[in-house]
């Protein structure tokens, strides 16, 4: 029977808060100013860490976020060994999460249905 918390889970949300930690206080690239980590994903063998970003404007293109986040996955991996003192360290692969752009959309189409019930 498969724990509550696995340990997927456990590493992957401390891995989110080390690298959440390391791209606000040392990332030294103006490419990752506005960028927040939202979720990890690992695999089941723990090879691969699939991590999802946001922006602070959800109407910005993601692709230079993207770029600077790849560019910054060796440093980015380095520090996180040291701070996790896992055997292997996952390779991070990141992934634009469109959630928040799609949860003001979902909101909006709401209150234009709302706004145009309440004038009949």
Do not use: C, Y
Request: aromatic content about 4%.
């Amino acid at each position: 029977m498969p724990r509550e918390f696995s340990r997927n889970k456990r590493l992957g949300s401390q891995m989110l808060r080390v690298l959440s930690e390391l791209l606000r206080f040392e990332s030294k690239d103006p490419g990752l100013a506005g960028v927040s980590l939202t979720a990890v994903e690992l695999t089941r063998d723990l090879s691969v860490a699939k991590v999802f970003f946001s922006q602070l404007n959800p109407d910005d293109d993601p692709q230079p976020a993207l770029d600077a986040l790849n560019r910054a996955s060796g440093f980015l991996r380095s520090k996180l060994g040291r701070e996790l003192m896992v055997r292997h360290v996952p390779e991070l692969r990141f992934q634009h999460d469109d959630s928040i752009a799609h949860g003001a959309e979902i909101s909006r189409l709401i209150d234009d249905a709302t706004g145009t019930n309440r004038e009949t």
